[in-house]
């Protein structure tokens, strides 16, 4: 009888083991690691399963001049696939105003266009979209460089739940660096499987560019709940989305002091594309930010917005880095700190209250959020799992009419990811299939 279970329960497991195999049966790479102005970039995908949550980043570096008009385009865009319940952001940093725009084969141009802020950053926030296969003439950001400014940095970010084909290839062309770098990373189900890939193209980054003054988190105002967004006057069709985003990069570099014959290693601070987080770390040449979902979340904390993973995953800080996230502008007394996920559970991350921020010092990447311990009286009984979200504060108030119109905002909002790997289903299956066997043993 026990042998009979025993044996039951070895071969649902072993048919776990071999449905998780397949599910992480994915493998996404990058070609080529030095490119020609004007060159082509190949992502080859193998084994991405319809539904899986997909995110890519596509991040540049580019050498511009003071006041020259700069522009960042990937031309010739394949998209194999379609993301649906996605979403599309951008940002700049470094001009006085930018505009993000795309142009679907055969169709119309779309453009979204703003002033950059004091800082020199313009963001083009996470926006509900679905993302159609097909091909883009060009997903470009453009806009005039601002003074002083001799390395302009630039992002996009499309993410969604992919549908197509398992085995495909992105493909574009990199248009309007002359000399500079491009990172393209790439999450499936909040999980690294692209670490960001430098391309080198002409002669990479200038050595002597002058440091950047490093921008604070709070960079731009986000919409408060229950503010509608203005929409251009025309819909862009579902099947011409767009793409792209994520994160800033601002280098500060210590200055050497008269006589002194050491220099304090340089700290290089990046940021999430939409400006609510930061990293601060000394000797990283590149780290990105991408916003993942969060799952999981203790019944009795509150995720403050979304989370984030700090790519390449390899990284690790010594000294500590400084992971800060934007505190909420107003409101509730709420005892705010920086939670990290990890094996499947959340554990609280020792933090401080900074300028406007909550700060806390990390030794690796990993994925972390801003939290809450939500008050007893509102502590209702949730579905293990379901993240539990902070509606009434916004991470940052608006304070005047949003001047970002969106392109195309899909019917419905997004679905929220539940990052799951496994669906229920395959698990239901899987002890179905130990009950049969163990009821034919007992015969």
């Not at 006057?233 to 990069?249: H, I, K």
């Not at 987080?277 to 799952?295: C, I, K, P, R």
């Not at 107003?330 to 209250?353: C, E, H, K, L, R």
Request: glycine share 8%.
């Amino acid at each position: 009888m026990r042998r009979s279970v025993r044996l039951a329960l070895i071969a649902a497991l072993l048919f776990l083991a071999c449905v998780i195999a397949a599910a992480s049966a994915v493998t996404i790479t990058e070609s080529p690691a030095v490119l020609n102005p004007g060159g082509q970039i190949t992502i080859t995908i193998s084994g991405l399963n319809d539904g899986s949550e997909f995110n890519l980043l596509i991040d540049g570096k580019l050498a511009v001049t003071p006041g020259s008009m700069a522009l960042f385009q990937t031309q010739n865009f394949n998209m194999p696939f379609s993301l649906k319940s996605g979403t599309v952001s951008a940002s700049t940093h470094g001009t006085t105003a930018t505009a993000f725009s795309v142009k679907p084969s055969g169709g119309k141009t779309y453009s979204v266009m703003d002033t950059a802020d004091a800082n020199g950053d313009f963001i083009l926030p996470p926006q509900p979209y679905t993302i159609s296969s097909g091909m883009y003439d060009f997903l470009q950001l453009q806009g005039p460089v601002s003074s002083g400014t001799t390395l302009l940095t630039t992002e996009m970010n499309l993410e969604g739940k992919k549908y197509g084909p398992s085995n495909s290839q992105i493909t574009f062309t990199v248009q309007g660096i002359t000399n500079g770098a491009v990172w393209v990373t790439a999450l499936v189900d909040n999980n690294q499987v692209l670490a960001p890939t430098e391309v080198v193209i002409g002669s990479g980054i200038p050595s002597a560019t002058p440091a950047t003054t490093a921008a604070p988190v709070v960079t731009t105002t986000v919409p408060a709940t229950g503010t509608t967004v203005p929409e251009t006057t025309e819909t862009l069709p579902e099947e011409s989305v767009a793409v792209p985003t994520t994160t800033a990069t601002a280098t500060a570099t210590a200055a050497l002091t008269p006589g002194a014959t050491t220099a304090a290693p340089a700290a290089t601070t990046f940021y999430s594309a939409d400006q609510q987080v930061s990293l601060t770390a000394q000797d990283v040449d590149y780290a990105a930010l991408m916003m993942v979902s969060e799952t999981n979340v203790p019944d009795t904390w509150l995720a403050i917005g979304s989370a984030y993973t700090i790519v390449p995953n390899s990284l690790s800080f010594d000294p500590p880095a400084t992971l800060s996230f934007a505190a909420p502008s107003s409101g509730n007394d709420y005892a705010y700190f920086i939670g990290q996920y990890s094996n499947g559970a959340w554990t609280s991350v020792p933090s401080t209250p900074g300028a406007g921020t909550i700060d806390a010092d990390i030794d690796s990447a990993g994925i972390y959020a801003l939290m809450a311990y939500k008050p007893e009286s509102t502590i209702q009984p949730a579905a293990s799992g379901t993240a539990q979200q902070a509606t009434p504060t916004p991470l940052v108030q608006d304070t005047s009419a949003p001047r970002i119109a969106s392109i195309a905002q899909a019917a419905s909002p997004s679905a929220a990811p539940t990052g799951a790997p496994l669906d229920s289903t395959v698990v239901a299956g899987a002890l179905a299939i130990g009950l049969v066997l163990f009821a034919r043993m007992r015969r």
